[in-house]
């Protein structure tokens, strides 16, 4: 499976260096694990992991001041990147257009998208989740060539950092659809964690886990690993 650990904005250097020494001794069994520091790390990843970004620009090289592109992120080694986070489109305020000028930065600097789609529980509760999120993520590839390497990772946005975590039922209404729709990896995302995982791992349609929280304390990923 795939297990992706985003980080967010957390860790100083000096945190993220000892945690990288701690995760030397973590173990990963076959799992394909993938690495998402705050982009000003990403340097300091050993070349032997695979990492990721958390964004990029949704700008091509030059005078942007501040802004990080996909090409630099690229000759960093980065292999993939994380476009559409909703902790990007809520709480700093982008919104699908904005994502998906990034996704195409990320295709035409060869980094490969991890598209992050979701509902609100609003969305959730009224049960359009499914034909909204099918919306969204056509909107997304509009224009692409839908053959081009990408993941989706399907995160309910009521279920990022809150404990809440829809049924599996729930969740597979959605993985299936874009399984059956997009023929890509999915991974599921969403207060994920060492407690729940047992349970989540039987989700169809699902090759992995996008980890937030639980990716910062390496005893509880541990343990996820050890059951997943
Ligand atoms: C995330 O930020 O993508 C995420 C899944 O976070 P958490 O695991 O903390 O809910």
């Known amino acids: 499976m795939i297990v ?66 996909a090409k630099a992120i690229r000759s960093l080694g980065a292999k993939y990147t994380l476009i559409n986070h909703s902790e990007r489109t809520t709480k700093m305020n982008e919104n699908l257009d904005i994502s998906k000028q990034k996704l195409e930065q990320a295709f035409s600097n060869d980094l490969i998208p991890i598209i992050c789609i979701g509902d609100s529980l ?13 919306k969204d993520m056509d ?33 597979e209404k959605v993985t299936t659809m874009l399984k059956e729709t997009y023929h890509k990896k999915i991974l599921y ?15 169809k349609d699902i090759d992995g886990f996008l980890l937030g929280g639980i990716s910062l304390k390496l005893p509880s990923l541990q343990e996820f690993l050890n059951k997943l």
């Open 139 to 171: 909107y997304l590839l509009s224009d692409i060539d839908k053959s081009k390497d990408f993941i989706i990772a399907y995160e309910p946005i009521f279920a990022i950092g809150t404990g809440i975590v829809p049924t599996n039922e729930d969740i």
């Open 4 to 69: 992706a650990l985003n980080h967010k904005s957390n860790f100083t250097k000096e945190e993220l260096l000892s945690y990288l020494d701690a995760y030397k001794n973590l173990n990963t069994y076959n799992h394909e694990m993938i690495l998402i520091p705050s982009v000003c790390y990403l340097s300091l990843i050993p070349s032997n992991l695979t990492y990721a970004s958390q964004d990029v620009s949704s700008k091509d090289m030059g005078a942007y001041t501040g802004e990080v592109t």
């Open 189 to 203: 995302g969403g207060s994920a964690n060492e407690k729940n995982i047992d349970e989540l791992k039987q989700v």
């Open 122 to 134: 609003e969305e959730h509760k009224n049960g359009e989740y499914v034909d909204k999120i099918k």
